[in-house]
């Protein structure tokens, strides 16, 4: 098979953004754009890949690791000086390379590898991956001949009336013979609306030159979006989001409003599982199968087993093995690692801390710091205390043991298995196994009040 290369520009800065983030770090569906962009190439075959950095260069190259080779543009002239950054690297090399637009992130694999194939088998010096789309503005436009062959692209700022009339658009995806590229890059000028060298013009030129140009319609014309500002990504994110959702319906999840769902590229969901409207799943979440994921939930990097119930709650950074159920209105705290058949009920806050199989916190409780046993009753209203101001303490509760209501454990305490804090204590001191702690004022009783307040 002929050599596959790839040159991916993430080099601008993304004026149109109005950002802080350079823009192809901003994410989609929680992952940076250009990471999109690298997945799609990478199942692709692509041997080398080079990608051209700039704005943010250290944040990108963090980004995607060595993964890619990278050559720096410092000032920002253009695509087609984008690309002739990569010459040191890839000029002398034999074979077709890809050049992708880190602000397309909903271009796909397949689409990639139809669009090399159609490359390889026609012949041509260039193809352009190009979409039919309703409303074109903004995007370079593919022009034909009278024949219906590719003559070259024309940018909206350079376009007369007629041209912008094409709703044939330029994806800023294209293969090319890699040498026939390199050669042709040093012939664009920057005489244009927008003054910079444009990469698009390497395809008039080829066709200047004699050779064959050829464009490939993408069959889904959603794939080609740029995203140059917020309109973009927003309309990049529902778009992926959708994708996202079939694919998981697809493996057996059920959605009451899919629409309405937001699920980040990395999540897993087993068959069975049922996600209700409103749900946000985001990082790298695993959730097991047969699960059902109540309205409004958050999950963010957390793994959950089979059979686990969460209703509108907040989980992060966690795991809950199966059976469990959580909610409504708990909310699962970093470093949280949930049992087996545990119940975390209504208005729960679970920190930092270990719960063991069976233990139940039907309502109301703080366990921050704590590593409970097996079997535990968490009382309505208990709280770990575990900031003394200063520092964090923690604090352990054996097997069996029952933690009486409205009870303050203040950290660092040891309880040990089948003991029992009475209701209202405040326990400062550790407990022994069978122990009942009781840490109140005794009640006292006074006779004839009534009468009293009465001045009887
Ligand atoms: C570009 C194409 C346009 C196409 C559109 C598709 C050009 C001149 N125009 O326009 O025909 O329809 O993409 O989305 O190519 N970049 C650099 N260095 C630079 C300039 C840009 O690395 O000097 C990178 C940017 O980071 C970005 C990509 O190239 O990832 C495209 O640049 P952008 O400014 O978004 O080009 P468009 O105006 O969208
Ligand atoms: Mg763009």
Not at 147 to 155: G, L
Not at 166 to 193: C, Q, R
Request: aromatic share 6%; with cysteine; charged share 25%.
């Amino acid at each position: 098979m002929t050599k596959r290369m790839a040159v991916v520009l993430a080099a601008g800065k993304g004026t149109r953004m109005k950002s802080d983030l350079y823009k192809v770090m901003h994410p989609v569906n929680g992952l940076p754009m250009v990471e999109h962009v690298l997945r799609a190439v990478e199942q692709s075959d692509v041997t080398d890949i080079v990608t051209i950095v700039g704005h943010g260069a250290d944040t990108v190259k963090d980004a995607l690791g060595d993964r890619s080779q990278y050559a720096l543009q410092e000032e920002q002239l253009g695509t087609g000086h984008a690309v002739q950054q990569a010459e040191n690297v890839l000029a002398n090399e034999e074979g077709n390379t890809l050049v992708i637009c880190g602000d397309t992130p909903l271009l796909t694999a397949e689409t990639l590898t139809a669009l090399f194939k159609h490359h390889e088998e026609s012949g041509a010096k260039g193809t352009i991956l190009s979409a039919e789309i309703a409303n074109p503005f903004g995007y370079g436009r593919v022009i034909r001949e009278a024949d219906n062959s590719v003559s070259h692209i024309v940018e909206e700022k350079d376009a007369t009336d007629e041209e912008r009339k094409v709703t044939e658009i330029n994806s800023g995806t294209y293969v090319f013979d890699n040498k026939a590229l390199f050669e042709m890059l040093n012939k664009v000028g920057n005489d244009n609306a927008q003054g910079e060298y444009y990469l698009p013009d390497v395809i008039g030129l080829l066709k200047e030159a004699g050779e064959v140009v050829s464009a490939f319609v993408m069959a889904d014309s959603d794939e080609g979006l740029g995203v140059n500002d917020r309109v973009g990504l927003s309309e990049a994110t529902k778009i992926m989001t959708r994708r996202i959702n079939e694919g998981h319906m697809r493996n057996g999840v059920t959605f009451f409003n899919a629409d309405a769902t937001y699920i980040e590229a990395d999540v897993e969901i087993g068959s069975d599982t049922v996600i209700e409207s409103g749900v946000s799943l985001k990082g790298k979440t695993i959730i097991g199968k047969n699960c059902q994921i109540g309205m409004n939930s958050e999950l963010i990097e957390t793994e959950i087993a089979d059979n686990v119930c969460v209703t509108q709650s907040v989980l992060e950074h966690s795991t809950v093995a199966a059976n469990t159920d959580i909610g409504p209105f708990a909310h699962v705290r970093p470093n949280s690692t949930i049992g087996e058949r545990v119940h975390l009920g209504n208005f729960v806050e679970v920190k930092n801390s270990t719960v063991g199989n069976d233990t139940k916190a039907g309502h109301l409780a703080y366990i921050g710091d704590a590593d409970l046993g097996e079997n535990v009753n968490v009382g309505c209203g208990a709280i770990f205390v575990n900031y003394d101001g200063k520092k964090k303490h923690r604090s352990t509760i054996g097997n069996d043991s029952f933690i009486g209501s409205n009870s303050n454990i203040v950290s660092p305490v040891t309880v040990g298995d089948r003991a029992f804090i009475a209701a209202g204590s405040t326990i400062v001191n550790d407990i022994a196994e069978e122990e009942l702690a009781i840490s109140r004022p005794e009640q006292k009783n006074i006779a004839n009040y009534w009468n009293k307040l009465q001045g009887k």
